[in-house]
C-alpha cells in the first residue's frame, strides 16, 4: 500500500476529511482525528483503542505496532504501508472512524 491509498480509503469513510497538523496529514470525521499520514509517507497511524490495537497487533505484528510513549499506550497504532494490503488497512481505519464517528453516520459507515 501506499500513502495515497492509505488516503483514498480513509477519505470514503462518510464525512471523512483531510487535514493537518505539525506537518503532516491527518484525516478527521467530526472535526476529530482517526488517522494520520507520517511525512515520509512510509507509515500511517490509527487512532483505535487499546483493546483494538491488541487484535491488530496479534492479527498482523509485520504491520501494525504501538506509537511510542503515551499515545501508544492509549491505542494510536503505527501501519507499515508497504506491508499492509487493503482489506487489512481498511479495517484499521474503519475501526478508527467507527470509534469517534457520530453515531447517525455508523450505519452509514462508506461513501458510494
Do not use: C, Y
Not at 480513509?10 to 478527521?28: I, N, Q, V
Not at 482517526?34 to 511525512?39: E, G, R, S
Request: proline share 6%.
Amino acid at each position: 500500500m501506499t500513502a495515497d491509498n492509505f488516503r483514498r480509503l480513509a477519505l470514503r469513510l462518510a464525512e471523512a476529511s483531510e487535514s493537518a497538523h505539525m506537518g503532516h496529514p491527518d484525516f478527521r470525521v467530526n472535526g476529530k482525528i482517526f488517522a494520520t499520514l507520517w511525512p515520509d509517507e512510509e507509515w500511517g497511524v490509527v487512532m483505535v483503542s487499546p483493546e483494538e490495537q491488541a487484535r491488530l497487533l496479534e492479527l498482523a505484528p509485520e504491520i501494525f505496532t504501538p506509537v511510542k510513549g503515551g499515545w501508544g499506550r492509549r491505542g494510536s497504532t503505527q501501519v507499515r504501508l508497504e506491508a499492509a494490503d487493503e482489506p487489512m488497512l481498511d479495517d484499521a481505519l474503519t475501526t478508527a472512524w467507527r470509534r469517534i464517528a457520530p453515531k447517525r453516520l455508523l450505519k452509514v459507515s462508506v461513501v458510494a
